[in-house]
Nanobody, 121 residues
Framework: VQLQASGGGLVQAGGSLRLSCAAS????????LGWFRQAPGKEREFVAR????????YYSDSVKGRFTIARDNAKNTVYLQMNSLKPEDTAVYSC???????????????WGQGTLVTVSS
């Protein structure tokens, strides 16, 4: 599975952005998909994940209530709608496929190139 994220940019605090991640390869619809982010000087952190059917979602506490993950299996695409953005949301956002949870850490079998989101105060 190959993944490519897009939709990042510069936005003011309180604004919104919608990220997209297009996938190529077989069996896209069978994978749990997710979004991760890495801020400058920090480790990559889990943001959100969605089940293969789209019926189950899970968010980190830092974005819950502000971000929404969705997928369109017909288009092989996963989305991240980000509302009420804060300067601390500034990071490179990457999508992943084939997520799994070990302890309290999320891992991904496949990674895509990220897209930079910058939130100004």
């Amino acid at each position: 599975v190959q993944l490519q994220a897009s939709g990042g940019g510069l936005v003011q605090a309180g604004g919104s952005l919608r990220l997209s991640c297009a996938a190529s390869g077989r069996a896209f619809s069978s994978y749990t998909l997710g979004w991760f982010r890495q801020a400058p000087g920090k480790e990559r952190e889990f943001v959100a994940r969605i089940s293969w059917s789209g019926s189950s979602t899970y968010y980190s506490d830092s974005v819950k209530g502000r971000f929404t993950i969705a997928r369109d299996n017909a288009k092989n695409t996963v989305y991240l709608q980000m509302n009420s953005l804060k300067p601390e949301d500034t990071a490179v956002y990457s999508c992943g496929a084939g997520l799994s949870l070990s302890g309290s850490t999320w891992y991904s079998n496949y990674w895509g190139q990220g897209t930079l989101v910058t939130v100004s105060s």
